[in-house]
């Protein structure tokens, strides 16, 4: 059993998809009016819904900021099943 866990582990071919949460945080915080960490995660209909929330009502920058907050404070697994695998694209 440990021996299968170990070559699973060292397997080069095994890859992991790349977890966006990071530098998505970071987007959200300092870029959030644009919807910039929307467009990151793929999230094309957000990302405009932001922008345009960001120009006209100017709450967009106050909503990335929340998002980054939250992207942030999730584990790193947390955010990759919530944001990358289960496309959540609000809060």
Known sequence: MENSKQEEWNNPQITRPENKKVVAGIFAILLGALGIHKF???????GVIQLILGF???IGGVIGIIEGIIYLTKTDEEFYQTYQVGKKGWF
């Open 40 to 46: 990151y995660l793929g999230y094309v209909k957000e």
């Open 56 to 58: 006209m009502f100017g």
